[in-house]
């Protein structure tokens, strides 16, 4: 036997058996996380199973009284559709009745809307022209007063202006 082995089979060795170590904690960890999911699992199933099984008994009784009151509301209903068919008879035989009175009451109602359309109209021109008249009043004063603040506002213009230009010139050619 050769008791001159090189370090680096050491080492290599060494570094081997730690990464199978570290795969077999790996591992284990692994096992213990599934077993936990595991668990957890089957308290979800027995949970599932408490809620869910009574559940169904309570639809299954549900259905079983419900059933025959279905029928029932069924039977009413076939009898309430054959009251509906002689109702709508009757309403049919009466409409042409209350069409002709509403024909009537129409024509009159539109009669009445065309005198209301021309009081309004004729209301509405009046309330235009005053309107205008009152504009052509109170506009043409304005203006003037307007006209009248424009012009003294440019008398005052000229005469401040007046004072810069006088001093300007005084200045000659020093002015910056």
Known sequence: MDHNIPVWIYVI??????ALLMQALVLLGMLFAVKGALRRLD????????NALPLLATSRSLLEEVSPKLKVAAQNALEVSQTLKEVSQTVRTESTHV????DDLLKKASV?????????TGTLNSVANATEAVQKA?????????????GLRAGLDVL???????HASADGD???
């Open 13 to 18: 060795t060494a570094v081997t058996a730690g």
């Open 174 to 176: 020093h002015f910056v």
């Open 43 to 50: 308290e979800v199933t027995k949970k599932a199973e408490e």
């Open 138 to 150: 109170v506009s043409g004063p304005v203006r003037q007063v307007g006209a009248v603040l424009n």
């Open 99 to 102: 069409a002709s009175a509403v």
């Open 160 to 166: 401040r202006n007046k004072g810069r230009d006088e």
């Open 112 to 120: 009445q809307a065309d005198r209301v359309d021309e009081m309004v």
